[in-house]
């Protein structure tokens, strides 16, 4: 397994909120194949592998991985992954950096910022074994 070093810039302001959202086919081209690296607040918050058929791999960099898949809810991109608690939504929009993903959901969550496409997998421990 490949071992992933990123960097996220601290400080790094964010655009404002002003563009038009991505469509799920402009979603889709800017991301299919690749693993993008989210930060938020100047944090690591996590990776997710853009696979065939809107499917995903999902990590926080802690090991543990789920599998999903996204879906168009009207302007919103929806992830549901594998024994997760119903989808979640994100508007995205393409920044001077990267994407910008805004949660719609109850819970308020600052902004997501893409921190880099650095070409790697994530690594994703199998299941533990033994006691």
């Not at 563009?19 to 996590?46: I, R």
Request: net charge negative.
């Amino acid at each position: 397994m490949k071992h992933v070093l990123f960097s996220i810039a601290l400080g790094f302001a964010a655009p404002a909120w002003a563009a038009e959202p991505m469509s799920a086919d402009e979603f889709d081209a800017y991301t299919q194949g690749k693993t993008l690296f989210f930060g938020q607040s100047g944090k690591a918050y996590g990776a997710e592998e853009y696979l065939p058929n809107r499917r995903v791999r999902w990590s926080f960099l802690d090991g543990q991985c789920q599998e999903g898949y996204w879906y168009e809810d009207g302007p919103e991109i929806c992830f549901v992954y594998d024994g997760g608690a119903g989808p979640q939504c994100w508007m995205f929009q393409q920044g001077p950096q990267g994407l910008v993903a805004e949660f719609r959901g109850d819970n308020a969550l600052p902004e997501l910022y893409e921190a880099q496409d650095l070409g790697e997998e994530m690594v994703c421990l199998g299941p533990e074994i033994g006691v």
